[in-house]
């Protein structure tokens, strides 16, 4: 699966992009995040507040409860601010 990090999200991570194999008990997007914050330093420097990162699965924003199954590409985003 293809996983894109974008904005600070990306800095901390410290990459734009990357495959990954993921386990199989990783179902959802909650999951992934949680999984992927245990991958070290920069991940859980970027994702230390989870509940603000927006996701979207195969370019369509979803919910956290969001099944993965299926999906090829999914983008993580910091919080967005309008003006």
């Known amino acids: 699966m293809k996983l894109i990090y974008f904005a600070w999200v ?17 179902a959802t997007v909650a999951d992934l995040l949680r999984w992927l914050k245990a991958r070290g330093e920069g991940y859980e420097h970027a994702l230390q507040h989870p509940e603000v990162i927006r996701v979207a699965i195969d370019q369509e924003h979803v919910d956290h409860r969001e099944t993965i199954a299926g999906a090829s590409e999914i983008a993580l985003f910091p919080p967005m601010t309008g003006g």
Do not use: F, N, Q, T
């Open 10 to 26: 990306r800095e901390r991570i410290g990459r734009s992009e990357e495959e990954v194999a993921l386990p199989p008990d990783v």
